[in-house]
């Protein structure tokens, strides 16, 4: 809501008319209401100012009116011009750029308090860590260190640093940067120092090398320096956000709440990305689903899609926290049988989808189930008709599947209100003193196994906030059986065991494993997957 004084207002209004933006007529006498009328509907001026704003290739202002909540066939005329302006273009300068569209403002890009997944996908693009891991091998294989290697009795780690590796500033990494970045984490948010709670001391024996010296062996060690969130930073330079300083393939040229820029970082120390700069604009949903990455051609060519399963998987989880009937086992038995995935796809005219019983898709089996059991667990419970808080991200097809929830929870004598919050909020945690159940989401990285290890760990995350403490604590012992495995049967197994006990108590609700389809232009080339499900930015090109 707006305020201004009368004088003012008519001011405006007197303004506008004579813009012959409408016609203003002053009611006159007590009672009578004053009265506007637009010479053109709405529909027609977002679309006559969308076609001006392109005409001049106005994209921060094309982008603003995109992001407002309008119908999606009101610019479906200018579908293709939006395209041929927001896709690839070679600038006057040869520089390739490729735009693109996000739903969402970027929230954060402190590798210590990311929970987004495009957020940290972003960060992988800025920062590079000590070793990366390979999920064709399975493996750790060196980055920022060209070699390591550990003593007989797995305490000690020595890196050995590539020569020249230089940071967006122009400073050489060294290996007082990588003891900076660890103690950085250590001190930091519960969320992700338990990373490096293991290290006893960090030594560097000169500029390209350092010694780790653990508290107790640890064969899962390397795939910790591994994380995106141990990127390394400048020893010398405080962190912020808006002036992002890693080693990454790309620099952060430009962030506003509306729109990010990453430029090629040209001396990047493995090969330079292909693409000169890739811009983020935030639309609305509806938008950023009509238009992907795409490339201005005037020749009308059919686009390509690809499609993916996402390693992650969406659930719905019980909030502890609460003191009512969720915390009642047999009431989530009842909404167990409730929330029928093979009902729900169908209802909802999924053409495909993939069942979820796990974090993996990998370990993901049918689970049955079974309607005729819904009313005598709720006969057991200690449910009375009370009004239950079921929150889902402001996401169409979130909405969608919290709203078929209510729907067939109200014919059993349920009673749910769904309300939806937004990715600020879930990390703010402001809903997690009303929200009973929680429609969500968990997206993996390309290492499954330390991001189930993060999943639970990571206090931003929903099962360390909506877990009872009595299953957290039994939890929290099985992954020290996780990390300590020195195979991958082994880590499997235990994550197994864990799966299997969310499952008999209830303490989420899997539902399925995301297929990620995106469309492209048949010109964009080498368009592969990377980490949290997005595209592996590197590597595209468009050949000229």
């Not at 969500?440 to 499954?448: A, H, Q, R």
Request: hydrophobic share 35%.
């Amino acid at each position: 809501m707006w305020y201004t004084s009368i004088k003012n207002a008519k001011r405006i209004l007197n303004s506008l008319e004579e813009k012959k933006w409408l016609t203003y007529i002053p009611g006159k006498g007590r009672g009578n209401v004053s009265k506007i009328t637009f010479p053109i509907s709405f529909q027609t001026e977002v679309e006559s100012y969308v076609k001006k704003c392109l005409q001049n290739e106005q994209l921060d202002l094309t982008a603003h009116i995109l992001r407002l909540p309008i119908p999606q066939s009101w610019i479906a005329k200018s579908s293709k011009d939006i395209r041929r302006l927001f896709g690839y273009q070679e600038d006057t300068a040869s520089s390739d750029i490729l735009r693109s569209f996000i739903s969402r403002p970027v929230t954060t890009l402190h590798p210590l308090k990311v929970a987004i997944a495009f957020e940290a996908h972003v960060i992988e693009q800025l920062g590079d860590s000590l070793v990366k891991y390979d999920p064709l091998t399975d493996t750790v294989v060196p980055h920022l260190a060209h070699h390591y290697e550990t003593n007989d009795s797995g305490h000690k780690w020595i890196f050995y640093l590539r020569k020249g590796i230089q940071f967006h500033h122009g400073d050489e990494l060294t290996s007082t940067d990588v003891e900076a970045t660890i103690q950085r984490v250590k001190e930091g948010p519960a969320s992700f120092s338990w990373l490096t709670r293991g290290i006893q001391q960090v030594q560097c024996n000169n500029r390209y090398q350092l010694t780790i010296t653990l508290k107790q062996p640890n064969p899962f060690f390397l795939r910790y320096m591994a994380s995106p969130n141990l990127c390394i930073l400048p020893a010398g330079v405080p962190f912020h956000e808006e002036d992002w300083i890693g080693t990454g393939p790309f620099y952060l040229k430009e962030r506003k709440k509306h729109k990010i820029v990453l430029a090629a970082f040209d001396r990047y120390f493995k090969e330079r990305p292909l693409l000169d700069e890739i811009h983020f604009y935030v639309v609305s949903q509806e938008i950023a689903d009509l238009v992907n990455y795409t490339v201005d051609d005037d020749v009308s060519t059919p686009p390509l899609q690809k499609q993916e399963i996402e390693s992650g998987f969406r659930y719905l989880i019980f909030n502890h926290n609460k003191r009512n009937v969720v915390r009642d086992s047999h009431f989530r038995e009842a909404i167990y049988h409730l929330l029928d995935m093979e009902m729900m796809a169908s209802d909802l005219n999924w053409e495909k989808w993939i069942e979820a019983s796990s974090f993996h898709y990998s370990r993901s089996t049918h689970h049955a189930k079974e309607a005729n059991k819904i009313k005598p667990s709720l006969r057991q419970s200690s449910y009375s008709g009370e009004t239950l808080q079921l929150y889902h991200l402001d996401f169409t097809s979130a909405k969608q599947e919290a709203d078929w929830l209510v729907e067939r929870a109200q014919t059993y004598g349920i009673d749910l209100k769904p309300t939806a919050f937004t990715l600020d909020e879930f990390v703010e945690r402001s809903m997690d003193g009303e929200a009973d159940l929680i429609f969500m989401g968990e997206v993996s990285s390309l290492d499954p196994h330390l991001s189930f290890l993060d999943a639970f760990y990571n206090e931003t995350l929903l099962f360390r906030r909506m877990f009872p403490d009595h299953a957290l604590h039994w939890i929290d012992q099985q992954l020290e059986l996780v990390k300590a495995s020195p195979t991958t049967e082994g880590r499997i197994a235990f994550m197994k065991g864990i799966e299997e006990k969310i499952r008999s108590d209830n303490l989420l609700l899997f539902q399925h494993h995301p297929l990620k389809t995106r469309t492209f232009h048949p010109l964009i080339k080498d368009v592969e997957f990377q980490s949290f499900g997005h595209l592996d930015l590197k590597k595209l090109w468009i050949p000229h």
